[in-house]
């Protein structure tokens, strides 16, 4: 009986020593890096893979930013019941190409990105190194909002043609048969080659170069305190799950998930803001007051709530993939001492 205990002591002991060191990484010796910084990565490598990252996830979430352009410009429910049913009649009237109206003049915008998250990164790094700031919420916050701003400089000539193309042609009420179409700049809506083209020169003559940055201010009401705040709550959420969940949790999945969480909050704060921009840009209103004017008696309290499903949706798949490549292009580019520190 003895023998047998000890046979079996044995070869307890045994599995425990195959088996400890897999659950050690999660639950005895934790990573220590749970956000990877600026001087911890090679720039080129990961400004690289970035722009490589960015056109893909434009490519995939650009039908929302079409869906939830229209549901913003078109007062009250004039033909748009909602998100799915703007998909449908998107599809259904125009096609699946028109859920991808204008997407090659916005893809343009993946040079804003690329200055977004340079200026994102060497602010914090700044924060850290002058300013001797360790709180990550506080750098995300002011690395996120200087990031926005000076994307928004780069982007706002590219998202004005872009409107533009997402909306022409667009039935202005639910009877297709006779209704009249959205045409801000009584361009041809059956036109096709050269749209863009023709947009851009409609835009000049009408408001010269002024025009390109219509709604500028407006945009950055809009991105500057989103892009801030979702910056802010990123580390908070991420954080969060981080001291909630087991050691052994997938940092990546924790980072995700603190992601989706921190969108869908900025996108429900935030929303108002984006329909007074969209309409300033589209509809050419003069002024954020004014555009805020037109809207209340057009949509009263309602218009806090205008294309929020649509946006919440983007934001949901958006945060998640845009935190997918960020953090997994952010690993593939960190030097080689870290790597052992760092968990996927």
């Not at 893809?107 to 060497?122: F, L, M, R």
Request: charged share 15%; hydrophobic share 45%; aromatic share 14%.
């Amino acid at each position: 009986m003895i023998k047998n205990n000890y046979v079996y002591l044995k070869y307890f002991a045994l599995l425990v020593v195959m088996v400890v060191p897999y659950f050690s990484i999660g639950t005895m010796d934790p990573p220590r890096i749970l956000t990877i910084e600026w001087e911890m990565m090679d720039k080129q490598r990961f400004f690289s893979l970035s722009m490589v990252n960015s056109f893909a996830l434009r490519g995939l979430l650009y039908p929302f930013t079409v869906i939830k352009t229209r549901l913003q410009i078109q007062k009250q429910h004039a033909f748009y019941n909602g998100t799915f049913d703007a998909f449908w009649k998107i599809l259904k009237y125009e096609g699946f190409c028109g859920l991808y109206r204008g997407f090659w003049v916005n893809s343009i915008q993946i040079a804003s990105g690329i200055g977004y998250i340079i200026t994102y990164e060497k602010v914090r790094h700044l924060l850290t190194i002058y300013g001797n700031i360790t709180d990550t919420k506080f750098k995300g916050l002011i690395g996120g909002g200087c990031g926005s701003l000076v994307g928004q400089t780069i982007i706002t000539p590219f998202d004005v043609v872009s409107q533009h193309m997402m909306v022409l042609g667009q039935l202005k009420d639910k009877r297709a048969s006779n209704s009249t179409t959205m045409n801000p700049l009584n361009i041809d809506p059956m036109l096709r080659k050269g749209l863009a083209a023709t947009i851009i020169r409609e835009v000049y003559k009408k408001d010269g170069l002024r025009g390109f940055y219509r709604g500028y201010y407006a945009s950055l009401c809009t991105y500057v305190p989103s892009s801030a705040l979702w910056w802010m709550f990123y580390p908070v959420y991420s954080d969060t799950l981080a001291a909630t969940l087991p050691l052994w949790t997938s940092h990546m999945l924790i980072h995700c998930v603190g992601g989706q969480l921190s969108g869908i909050t900025v996108a429900v704060m935030t929303n108002p803001l984006d329909v007074i921009r969209a309409r300033i840009q589209v509809h050419r209103m003069d002024s954020f007051s004014n555009a805020l004017n037109v809207i209340w008696c057009e949509e009263g309290i309602s218009f806090l709530s205008k294309g929020l499903s649509a946006r919440v949706i983007q934001t949901f798949f958006s945060s998640f993939f845009v935190v997918l490549g960020y953090e997994t292009l952010k690993r593939w580019s960190v030097y080689d001492q870290y790597k052992d520190q760092i968990r996927w």
